[in-house]
């Protein structure tokens, strides 16, 4: 079946500091990639994605990179700010699966000043 | 403005007396699902619909139930909620397409079963 695997949390880091969160994945099929982020009280919003091998997405200074090899997708931020604090969800789709999207357990980041 | 709405953000009920949690999109997308987030658990897949009359359960079904008769709406009914189902929960909808197509996620109902 398709699951994926995240880093447990809470990760707590000072403002500026470097952020790598782990992913990893295991799917039928060619899965497209996703990591989405929940600020506090609200709903999950897109963070970026990749739809194949060695692609990579980014948006709002975050980065993952598809690695087929090592079946991977780990997001990371050269340098955080508080106002990236939030919890991060790593997702696989497959298009030709049954289900949407199947989610890791979420890492909760907090940045601190 | 693309958007999936939920009602209600926050809901205190007592054990056995029914409720329905509604969710609708404007965005015409095919899929459409349903979960729960829980602490130390991460978000579980209730059941989620492709298409209209078309659901199928996902991986904590028990307790729940829903409909899907027209396209844009996709309730959550929980005929006798127990405390066990105290919860917060989110619909999505997304597009069913090739390369994987993004999810769009209501604002959440905090259920309390007390």
């Known amino acids: 079946g398709n699951s994926v695997t995240q880093m447990e949390g809470p990760v707590t880091l000072s403002e500026e500091a470097f952020l790598t969160i782990n992913c990893t994945y295991t799917?039928?099929?060619?899965?497209?990639l996703f990591w989405y982020v929940q600020y506090p009280g609200e709903g999950l919003q897109l963070l970026l994605k990749?739809?194949?091998?060695?692609d990579k997405g980014s948006n709002k200074g975050f980065e993952a990179t598809y690695r087929k090899e090592t079946t991977s997708f780990h997001l990371e931020k050269g340098s955080v700010q508080v106002s990236d604090s939030a919890v991060y969800f790593c997702?696989?789709?497959?298009?030709?699966?049954?289900?949407?999207?199947?989610f890791g357990k979420g890492t909760r980041l907090s940045v601190i000043a | 403005e693309a958007q999936v709405t939920q009602n209600p953000r926050y809901l205190i009920t007592v054990t056995g007396k029914k409720l329905t949690v509604t969710c609708s999109q404007n965005m015409n997308h095919e899929y459409m699902s349903w979960y729960r987030q829980d602490p130390g658990l991460g978000l579980r897949q209730i059941y989620y619909?492709?298409?209209?009359?078309?659901?199928d359960k996902g991986d904590v079904p028990e307790g729940y139930k829903v409909s899907r008769k027209e396209k844009r709406n996709f309730p959550l009914i929980l005929e006798s909620p127990s405390p066990n189902q105290t919860s917060l929960y989110f619909c999505?909808?997304?597009?069913?397409?090739?390369?994987?197509?993004?999810?769009?996620f209501g604002q959440g109902t905090r259920l309390t079963v007390v």
């Open positions: 799917a039928t099929g060619y899965p497209s």
């Open positions: 619909s492709m298409n209209v009359e078309v659901t």
């Open positions: 990749a739809t194949k091998a060695d």
């Open positions: 997702a696989l789709s497959v298009y030709s699966g049954n289900t949407p999207l199947v």
């Open positions: 999505a909808s997304s597009k069913r397409g090739v390369g994987g197509t993004e999810a769009f």
